[in-house]
């Protein structure tokens, strides 16, 4: 227990389609829509780095500038920024990633799936536990972000975990649900996993979330995967194959999560965000007792 080695390099998958963002995805990638002020992939990725991550491996397609340049120096708005004298916003866009932390960018030549995507980031990531992080779950928390609390749990297990929530029984068929069985150091082993089963074919409620830390021998289980739900190669069913020769844990997380991957859940993110921050909290508190008193809820 606890021999694995440490966690490093963390994927994200930024290839979708974002079909349910159409028309705003169109030119640009779902990962990169603000929540207030800051893109979904940023906060994603400051998740993953105070979580000790050094190494970040995007896995994108079409429209890939956006989110390469968004990482990268912005020489001609940060020279006028400091030339006017406006340091606070020149912060903002010049410390998003450390000097010494590593992007790396590679491609998925087509939307085959997010198991496709993972495999297209193995020659990167080599033999070693890696995360993923699903940028469009957004999960806001007081303490440790959820991937330090996971990276927490494989230190002591030494097994691949993943991030699960308690789900209402009408959305088993949005998420991949886990069975779980409870093991002698009271952690959550999955016995099964299933693609967006029906609630009366749901081994549980708990569903999983964009937060895994993987073995690197999903890959050779994902190369052996054909395309499953929705015609995709699923993540889902290479984590099946893989309980079949080692143990993964579910982990139910601290923290507030928003499916931001739909609309309400982007909206619901935006709220909550405005509402915590200092300049826009007041005016957002007025304009919603407006809307409420005009709408007669209260
Ligand atoms: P989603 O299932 O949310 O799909 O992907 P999507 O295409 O992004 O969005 P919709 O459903 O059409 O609106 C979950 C994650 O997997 C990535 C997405 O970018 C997202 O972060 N993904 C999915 C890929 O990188 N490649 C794929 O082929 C599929």
Known sequence: MGQSKPVRKAVFPV???????????????????????????????EEALDAGIDTLIFVTSRNKHAISDHFDTAFEL??????????????????????????VYVTQ???????????????????????????????????????EQMIELHRESGSSVIGVEEIPDE??????????????????????????PKPEDAPSRLGVVGRYILDSSVFSCLRRVTAGSGGEIQLTDGIAAMLQTQPVLAFPFDGERYDCGSRHGFIKATIDYALEHDELREDMLDHMHRLLKTSGRI
């Open 15 to 45: 290839a979708g389609l974002g079909t349910r963002f159409l028309p705003a995805t169109k030119s640009i990638p779902k990962e990169m829509l603000p929540i207030v002020d800051k893109p979904l992939i940023q906060y994603a990725v």
């Open 78 to 103: 940060q020279t006028r920024l400091a030339e006017d004298g406006k340091t606070e916003l020149l912060k903002r866009i010049t410390q998003i990633v450390p000097d010494e932390v590593n992007l």
């Open 109 to 147: 030549p087509e939307a085959l799936g997010l198991g496709h995507a993972i495999l297209c980031a193995e020659t990167i990531v080599g033999d070693e536990p890696f995360a993923i992080l699903l940028a469009d779950d957004m999960i806001r928390n007081r303490g440790a972000g959820a991937l």
């Open 171 to 196: 959305l088993t068929t949005s998420y991949g649900i886990v069975g779980v069985q409870v093991n002698e150091q009271r952690q959550n082993a999955i016995h099964t996993i299933v693609e967006k």
